[in-house]
């Protein structure tokens, strides 16, 4: 088993920004990558950007490449995402997750944290 633990989320201004925190434990070295996934009110859930534990390879979807950057540390098994220029539409539901192949499905993500609220005002 492996937990998931999120943190850093909150209510901030269109153009600022937070780190969201993933902190993990448990059987960790079965699962190679860490996902960040949000999920909008009335929307399905959405990959944001991934991470692997091993190589420290990294890839974003397009709507965050050039604000948001996922980075890793491994010492503290922790999982970061910095967001910068935050928009009113990045507002969300974070979510981290752990799975074994560095993907953007969230069917290959085994694990999956409780969430952290996300709110951007304009």
């Known amino acids: 088993q492996v937990q998931l633990v999120e943190s850093g989320g909150g209510l901030v201004q269109a153009g600022g920004s937070l780190r969201l925190s993933c902190a993990a434990s448990?059987?960790?070295?079965?699962?190679?990558?860490m996902g960040w996934f949000r999920q909008a009110p009335g929307k399905e859930r959405e990959f944001v950007a991934a991470?692997?534990?091993?190589?420290?390879?990294?890839f974003h979807t397009n709507s965050v490449k050039g604000r948001f950057t996922i980075s890793r540390d491994n010492a503290k098994n922790t999982v970061f995402l910095q967001m910068n220029s935050l928009k009113p539409e990045d507002t969300a539901v974070y979510y981290c997750?752990?799975?074994?192949?560095?993907?953007?499905?969230?069917?290959?993500?085994?694990?999956w944290g409780q969430g952290t609220q996300v709110t951007v005002s304009s």
């Open positions: 991470i692997s534990w091993s190589a420290g390879n990294t």
């Open positions: 448990g059987r960790t070295f079965s699962m190679d990558a």
């Open positions: 997750a752990a799975g074994r192949y560095l993907v953007s499905s969230q069917r290959s993500y085994d694990y």
